[in-house]
């Protein structure tokens, strides 16, 4: 059993419109396209058995949560809670986002840079005071957490909160540390789902991340137009061996008639974006995902770069779980329990995936953003190779390789506003809408 928290961004505020810095206060409501989109995500959560919902109390998150839960048949509970008030710039709030940045130059360039170092130093009766607002909101959501799955435990439970608390929700969740705090997206209304195994410092997995198709955006647009490279990274459509759970690693296994299909609606899905390069994996799986995705773009050559291919299972290759623990007895758990541990029988270690996946990731980005032109590519790759690249994006290591979750035929989206000489943004990871609803339902399947 797992605890299934969905995580949703209120919708667009008076501030948001206006680029003020929100802050804690609660002067922002919501405007017209807020309420509609916030129906919007109520009509899409509607179908799930939703146990409770918890929001923050400011009146721009509360009533986002308020009209999602008129949008249930049998309206789960509502809970405002003071630990999901979002991240805290007293010295900040009301102004412009220009102001500021004009205003507290250095400081500004410390929030977005180093955000985990970023202070206000605050005028109290009791003198002057520290306050580091990224640190602080951090440790707020780690609170909140062990609370929630005290409370909660194998339930479906919403939450209707803000950009930078849900951030901290989520990176707190999986183990990202606060100087990533910029390098993930929250679009107002998104959807987010992270599924807990058990208690609070259990494994906790990242179905998805920044979901917007429900509201009429199949992916999240550039934080800017100047967007140097957004790289589309792809794992490839369902095989009979992940259909069976069978091992396949580098075993070149084509893809079945659904994995055909899965290939065929992340085409569709991505139809009318202007993709100009498409890099792959060489072998079959991926490929003929590419392939498939680039038959509305017939002017790209498709780049195959070996490095992309799957992790080496040596002798498990072939075998189903039953087989692997009959063949290796203790083995496969260790891999579910610390993959970073396993020394795959004449196979890899998940320390070398990720150093040449990483290192052929960074090359990837180099080679397509050197000339500084804007770009759009899709990168297709595997299960492992996107889940270590994914994690390394996100500054988590081999050890939190399962907290990323992968599904056949998904869309992650990382842009690079500055191009390689920038911090990625993950706009979104995951996204599977195009295979049918906001969960992730394709096969658990093997690597």
Not at 107 to 121: I, N
Not at 378 to 383: E, K, L, N, P
């Amino acid at each position: 059993m797992t605890t299934r928290v969905i995580i949703v961004r209120h919708g667009q505020s008076s501030y948001n419109a206006q680029k003020l810095i929100q802050g804690r206060n609660d002067e922002s409501v919501l405007t017209e396209k807020g309420r509609q989109d916030a129906e919007k995500v109520g009509n899409t959560l509607s179908s799930l058995a939703i146990d409770a919902i918890y929001c923050s109390p400011l009146q721009r998150a509360k009533t986002t949560a308020e009209i999602i839960q008129n949008c249930f048949q049998e309206p789960p509970s509502l809970s405002p809670d003071e630990q999901l008030r979002e991240v805290d710039l007293p010295l900040w709030e009301k102004l412009h986002k220009d102001e500021v940045a004009q205003k507290f130059s250095e400081d500004y360039k410390c929030w977005k840079q180093r955000p985990h170092e970023f202070k206000m130093v605050l005028s109290t009766p009791e003198g002057q005071k520290e306050h580091f607002p990224v640190l602080s909101l951090y440790e707020q959501a780690k609170e909140f957490w062990q609370k929630l799955l005290k409370e909660h435990k194998n339930k479906t439970i919403l939450i209707v909160a803000h950009n930078g608390i849900n951030r901290c929700l989520i990176m707190s969740a999986i183990g990202v540390p606060p100087s990533h705090y910029h390098h993930i997206q929250q679009s107002n209304c998104c959807i987010n789902i992270l599924n807990f195994t058990g208690s609070w410092g259990e494994t906790v997995q990242l179905e998805s991340l920044n979901q917007t198709s429900h509201l009429g955006i199949p992916i999240p647009p550039p934080r800017s137009q100047d967007n140097v490279l957004r790289l589309l990274f792809i794992r490839h459509g369902e095989t009979q061996w992940n259909r069976e759970s069978r091992f396949q690693g580098i075993r070149d296994i084509p893809l079945n008639e659904n994995g055909k299909k899965q290939g065929q609606k992340a085409a569709d899905f991505l139809k009318e974006i202007n993709i100009n390069f498409g890099v792959s994996s060489p072998l079959l799986r991926p490929k003929e995902t590419a392939e498939i995705i680039l038959q509305y773009h017939s002017d790209i050559t498709l780049d195959l770069r070996q490095p992309l291919e799957e992790i080496c299972h040596g002798l498990w290759e072939g075998k189903l779980e039953s087989e692997i623990e009959a063949d290796f007895p203790g083995m496969l758990q260790q891999w579910k329990d610390a993959p970073e541990t396993v020394q795959m029988p004449e196979g890899e270690t998940l320390q070398q995936v990720w150093d040449r996946a990483v290192a052929c990731w960074q090359d990837i980005v180099k080679d397509y953003s050197q000339d500084g032109n804007p770009k759009t590519g899709i990168v297709v790759a595997h299960d492992a190779i996107n889940k270590a690249i994914l994690c390394q994006l996100l500054g988590l290591q081999p050890a939190n390789f399962w907290n990323i979750k992968q599904g056949n035929g998904c869309v992650s989206v990382i842009d690079y506003p500055k191009g390689v000489d920038g911090h990625p943004v993950l706009q979104a990871i995951n996204i599977t809408t195009h295979l049918g609803g906001v969960l992730d339902k394709t096969a658990a399947g093997a690597l």
